[in-house]
């Protein structure tokens, strides 16, 4: 078993910033690819970005590209999702997801799911 834990979520103006931290306990594996997912009021859950324990390769959707930065720190389990320039319309749940490969999270599916973090980005 893996579990995920997702912090830093909260009420931002338009413009600001904000950095989503997921940490893993239990079953982690160097083998893992972490990623983040977002679900907005009436709306279906959205892949945003995925990256491997095991290399530095980052993976985008069109969404997040060039506002979003995927990271990760092996040492400490964690993954962070730094968003900038938020937008109202970036206001969702935030979920972080485990899954044995950034091609599965690409695809929407995961093995493991954070509990979320809300993001509010006001206007």
């Known amino acids: 078993q893996v579990q995920l834990v997702e912090s830093g979520g909260g009420l931002v103006q338009a413009g600001g910033s904000l950095r989503l931290s997921c940490t893993a306990s239990g079953r982690t594996s160097s083998n893992y690819a972490m990623g983040w997912f977002r679900r907005a009021p009436g709306k279906e859950r959205e892949f945003l970005a995925a990256?491997?324990?095991?290399?530095?390769?980052?993976w985008y959707a069109d969404s997040a590209k060039g506002r979003f930065t995927i990271s990760r720190d092996n040492a400490k389990n964690t993954v962070y999702l730094q968003m900038n320039s938020l937008k109202p319309e970036d206001t969702a749940v935030y979920y972080c997801?485990?899954?044995?490969?950034?091609?599965?999270?690409?695809?929407?599916?995961?093995?493991?799911w954070g509990q979320g973090t809300q993001v509010t980005v006001s206007s």
């Open positions: 990256i491997s324990w095991s290399d530095d390769s980052p």
């Open positions: 997801a485990g899954a044995t490969s950034v091609g599965t999270l690409k695809m929407g599916g995961a093995g493991y």
